[in-house]
């Protein structure tokens, strides 16, 4: 048996074809997984635009999800005001995966602006909707902070 060799393009290529003969929400199913891999492969101004066409498509928990990915591309690409515009959707989407996806990223862009009760909101918030993660972060906030206040 031969091993196979996967590429980007290849990957693209099967995306590309459910998305063209897919019902809507595969197809959007589809463009995140893609934007994912796109954003793996380290091609993140592809993989935004994947995400940003998702979000067009208007299916509201895959556009969440995209924005929430989104975020993630933006923070990568140092465009950290965007990030959190894109993060924020996610959260008021009630959705609790996407919004605790998303509640992580802001508490981590807060945290690198010093803003240590925010981000201790945003990963208690995570936490709250079941982000496997948050508790830890949560955790590794308090200690860096314990005993210090912050405004």
Same mark, same amino acid.
């Given at each position: 048996?031969? +091993? =196979?060799?996967?590429? *980007?393009?290849?990957?693209?290529?099967?995306?590309?074809?459910?998305?063209?003969?897919?019902?809507?929400?595969?197809?959007?199913?589809?463009?995140?997984?893609?934007? $994912?891999?796109?954003?793996? !492969?380290?091609?993140?101004?592809?993989?935004?635009?994947?995400?940003?066409?998702? *979000?067009?498509?208007?299916?509201? +928990?895959?556009?969440?999800?995209?924005?929430? $990915?989104?975020?993630? *591309?933006? *923070?990568?690409?140092?465009?950290?005001?965007?990030? =959190?515009?894109?993060?924020?959707?996610?959260?008021?989407?009630?959705? +609790?995966?996407?919004?605790?996806?998303?509640?992580?990223?802001?508490?981590?862009?807060?945290?690198?602006?010093?803003?240590?009760?925010?981000?201790?909101?945003?990963? !208690?918030?995570?936490?709250?909707?079941?982000? +496997?993660?948050?508790?830890?972060?949560?955790?590794?906030?308090?200690?860096?902070?314990?005993?210090?206040r912050f405004a």
């Amino acid at each position: 048996m031969q +091993p =196979h060799t996967y590429t *980007v393009s290849a990957a693209r290529s099967l995306f590309e074809q459910v998305v063209e003969s897919a019902d809507p929400t595969t197809a959007a199913r589809a463009m995140v997984s893609l934007g $994912n891999v796109l954003a793996e !492969q380290g091609r993140s101004l592809e993989a935004a635009s994947v995400f940003e066409r998702v *979000v067009e498509l208007g299916d509201a +928990p895959l556009a969440a999800s995209a924005l929430s $990915n989104l975020g993630d *591309v933006l *923070v990568a690409q140092g465009d950290r005001s965007s990030a =959190h515009r894109a993060y924020e959707l996610p959260v008021q989407s009630g959705t +609790p995966a996407t919004a605790a996806g998303a509640l992580m990223g802001l508490g981590n862009l807060m945290v690198a602006d010093g803003r240590f009760n925010e981000a201790i909101d945003a990963f !208690q918030r995570a936490e709250e909707a079941g982000h +496997p993660d948050a508790a830890v972060r949560l955790g590794w906030l308090r200690g860096k902070t314990a005993g210090r206040r912050f405004a």
